[in-house]
């Protein structure tokens, strides 16, 4: 199928599908006239793609985990074990950056708060 029939399958924009074919993450094949031809095997690449960028994921990582992607999985039984450390950093980073920012709302809202309680001044 041509890029636009492969992004409305897929659900995502011709624009991705060729973001992740310059990223090397699909491949997808070409027509005598140089159309990309987009089988349904690399239409389940795209999914999990999708899954992984949702997830949170950075693309470097993502390249990683392809070549144990079989159809809209992962066998996770042949992931190995420095792939799942990376994802578990990733992971404590993005816990690290959500405390600090939970740390700044709070202090935000009691800034707020107690800017709410105060009389206010007249000029």
Known sequence: MRIGEAAR????SARSLRFYED????????C???YRD???????RVI???LLLD???PVRLIRDALPHVTGESI??????EEFLVEVRRYRDRLKAR?????????????????SSHRPKRTP
């Open 55 to 57: 997830s949170g994921l």
């Open 9 to 12: 399958t897929s659900g995502v």
């Open 75 to 80: 066998d996770r039984d042949q992931l190995c």
């Open 23 to 30: 990223e090397g993450l699909i491949v997808p094949g070409r």
């Open 48 to 50: 999990v793609i999708r």
């Open 32 to 34: 005598g006239n140089g």
């Open 38 to 44: 987009y089988c349904g095997s690399t239409i389940d």
């Open 98 to 114: 959500i405390a600090a920012l939970t740390a700044q709302r709070s202090a935000l809202d009691a800034f707020l708060d107690e």
